[in-house]
């Protein structure tokens, strides 16, 4: 377990103050945090849970529990000597995905700047990843990357690295891109696809999501073209049903190809936007686009007529969810054009939790003891905060006239063992929030 759930977390009462019924803040006022009124009106430049969980322990898919991240089978083969890893991975024996980690050359690059990651060149059996759970609405997943630039001192991914042998935190510092991935998928999805899924009665097609352990427009997209490639060879297919999940505005250089797959199958597109407040994103998600460049993409999108939604996710306690700070997300989504608007409460693994419990400390110390006790023995906030957030994000879809995700509404009938966090379940009408009052 690691170092910051070291201490069981002491009974406590959530703190309440009057607010509309729109807020869901159940932390006492912080004033380390950026006044969001003044940043949502301010959108001068300043120099990304997604995913889900799984039953299965996939690299795609987080584990059950930590148990199947599993040191087993290392008898043989290649040695990690790393003295920066715990002693008792510094010389384990590597197998599978660690093995081939471990032998990956180093991949080209142009960058030469002294911040950039290394990147590496992964050879990989299969770019289809199977997701056999039915707490998500999808079958399958791809990732194009191992890591992600963008460095977002929450990101639930993080755990993915362990899965190489390697520390969370280097989650950022060394990025897999992974080899000849538009043949595998060309073998992928002939061999495993099915155009008539169990979870649907065999009435739709198994659902592909691209995106959910990494993001597949992070800067290595640039150079290596892994997630064009995938998407060229899905626009040869139709009959598809498959979203893309992303922070980066990097996706409308591929609105030719998205276009053709959406006139052949079914698409959706989700922008990921945590925040208006362009200074609090930095601190959040260092490297990913500005807020207004992530909403000038949505609004690309959707005049280029392909399906798209913003996802506010995750909804960082004490940090983005202050009153007015969500519902203004969901307005500028609106006039950006997104059809859709979601938000997942802020889910912490093991792995992110070593990196994000620090953050809170040296950025918001006021947050960061009521954080230690709801986020020590779980990765999941309090259900009842869980409850008001939900109803909350229903009131403002409501409010804006925002619709499901289509490919989550296809699978509704699936059944959610978190169903306080299934942002896409139909709450009780409830009173209209101020969002969206301009639309």
Excluded at 84 to 106: D, M, N
Excluded at 228 to 239: D, M, N, P, T, V
Aim: include cysteine; glycine fraction near 6%; charged fraction near 25%.
């Amino acid at each position: 377990m690691s170092p910051v759930h070291s201490q069981p977390a002491p009974a406590f009462r959530f703190r309440r103050r009057h607010a509309s019924p729109s807020t869901v803040e159940l932390f006492p006022e912080c004033p380390d945090v950026i006044s969001p009124i003044k940043q949502v009106r301010d959108h001068a430049p300043v120099a990304d849970q997604r995913g889900s969980n799984s039953n299965q322990a996939t690299a795609d898919c987080p584990p059950a529990s930590r148990t199947q991240h599993g040191t087993q089978g290392r008898e043989t083969g290649p040695v990690r000597i790393d003295a920066a890893a715990p002693p008792e991975r510094a010389h384990a024996r590597l197998v599978g995905i660690a093995r081939l980690a471990a032998s990956s050359r180093p991949a080209e690059t142009r960058r030469n700047s002294a911040e950039r990651p290394e990147y590496f060149l992964l050879p990989v059996k299969s770019i289809l990843n199977r997701c056999d759970s039915n707490r998500v609405p999808f079958e399958w997943t791809i990732n194009p990357y191992r890591g992600c630039e963008f460095a977002c001192k929450y990101c639930y991914a993080r755990y993915t690295h362990e899965y190489m042998e390697l520390d969370g935190s280097e989650f950022e510092k060394k990025i897999y891109v992974k080899k000849d991935a538009a043949p595998l998928l060309v073998h992928d999805i002939s061999r495993k696809y099915s155009y008539a899924s169990e979870k649907s009665g065999g009435e739709k097609p198994d659902h592909i999501a691209i995106g959910t352990a990494t993001d597949p427009y992070q800067p290595a997209e640039r150079e290596h073209g892994v997630t064009r490639a995938c998407l060229e060879e899905l626009a040869k297919r139709e009959g598809l049903s498959v979203s893309i999940i992303t922070k980066s505005n990097q996706i409308v250089r591929d609105i030719d190809v998205l276009k053709k797959i959406a006139a052949r199958s079914s698409l959706q597109i989700d922008i990921t936007v945590t925040t208006m407040r362009v200074k609090l994103a930095r601190m959040l998600e260092p490297r990913a686009p500005r807020p207004d460049l992530r909403l000038a993409a949505v609004k690309e999108l959707h005049e280029a007529g392909l399906a798209v939604g913003v996802s506010a996710s995750p909804l960082v306690p004490g940090i983005t969810d202050g009153e007015g700070e969500l519902e203004a997300v969901a307005a500028a989504a609106k006039e950006a054009g997104a059809q859709w608007f979601f938000s997942g409460v802020l889910f912490l693994m093991p792995s992110s939790a070593k990196q994000f419990l620090p953050f809170v400390r040296d950025k918001f110390p006021r947050l960061a003891k009521q954080y230690e006790q709801w986020y020590a023995k779980n990765g999941y906030a309090p259900e009842e905060y869980r409850r008001k957030a939900s109803e909350r994000v229903a009131r403002i879809r409501e409010k804006c006239g925002f619709r499901s995700r289509p490919w989550v509404e296809i699978k509704q009938a699936l059944t959610h063992s978190q169903l306080s966090l299934g942002w896409d379940a139909v709450a009780q009408k409830m009173e209209p929030t101020q969002a969206c009052a301009a639309g």
